[in-house]
């Protein structure tokens, strides 16, 4: 994971068990390690496609002068809740905080506390795609049915796309991305999306073959998965043009392994015959 790190914001703050800490006030200093995924910064080189360090430290700042409150520790849970809430782009983060002029009765330099929390919600790429029975309105319905479960962010226009792979004389297939928020894990996420699946009466007799419904997670976050259930990111997502087309339709700065998912699109093979609807 990619990280961006500032260290030594410092502010007055009144925290303490003391009264004359509470009244008096001292000096605070703040580290924190954001852990975020750069690449799409990095391809667009704008600002709005990464966290802006310096907004970040005045969010800091507001929280050492906030409270009071008696417990550094709670200063530094309160920084971290923070940063997570409002950058959702931050998967975790460290914070340390100092208080080099704690009332301790010794020579002493510094005292820190020292935490890390995590996101609680997750960001996950998921593509539909259905050529049995009626897949226009499967695809509704599938959305909805994900909708019910968790937060979806963005969704993509619908593509006609040829099958690629599997058994010979497929009808054609009807796909879509979406964008979603959620809670779940991983491999909560993907329960769910077989759960629905199973309600469309999907089966998996014939690698490929025609389906009512498939749901596949093609990213979580920036997790990189490979256990005998789930694969992250998706191990052909970069090759096939009915998941990269409609997904740089609907966010056409979108990254995947670092590269801009428009640019995989326009070199995937099967990209050249799909319609846009």
Not at 19 to 45: M, N, P, T, W
Not at 49 to 63: I, R
């Amino acid at each position: 994971m990619d990280r961006i790190s500032i260290f030594g914001i410092s502010a007055t703050g009144y925290h303490g068990v003391f009264d004359h800490e509470k009244r008096d006030g001292q000096k605070f200093i703040i580290d924190v390690v954001l852990h975020v995924d750069i690449s799409r910064a990095a391809a667009s080189d704008n600002v709005l496609d990464t966290v802006h360090y310096g907004e970040v430290s005045e969010l800091v700042v507001e929280h050492i002068q906030a409270g009071p409150w008696d417990l550094i520790e709670k200063l530094g849970n309160e920084i971290a809740q923070a940063i997570l809430a409002t950058y959702r782009s931050v998967l975790e983060v460290d914070v340390v905080v100092h208080k080099p002029q704690a009332p301790i009765p010794v020579p002493f330099t510094d005292v820190t506390i020292s935490l890390n929390r995590k996101q609680k919600q997750h960001t996950a790429i998921i593509a539909l795609g259905a050529n049995l029975g009626d897949p226009q309105a499967t695809l509704a319905q599938a959305l909805k049915d994900l909708g019910e479960e968790l937060e979806i962010l963005k969704v993509s226009p619908v593509a006609i796309t040829k099958p690629v792979g599997g058994p010979p004389e497929q009808p054609d297939y009807t796909n879509q991305v979406i964008e979603v928020r959620t809670e779940r894990s991983a491999h909560e996420l993907l329960d769910l999306c077989q759960s629905i699946e199973a309600k469309h009466h999907r089966t998996r007799t014939v690698r490929w073959e025609a389906r009512t419904l498939d749901l596949d997670l093609i990213t979580f976050d920036q997790l990189r998965l490979n256990d005998e259930r789930l694969t992250l990111p998706h191990p052909r997502a970069a090759i096939r043009g009915f998941v990269l087309a409609p997904w740089s339709w609907m966010d056409p700065d979108a990254v995947l392994e670092g590269q801009l998912v428009s640019r995989l699109a326009a070199d995937a093979a099967d990209t050249k015959d799909i319609i846009r609807l």
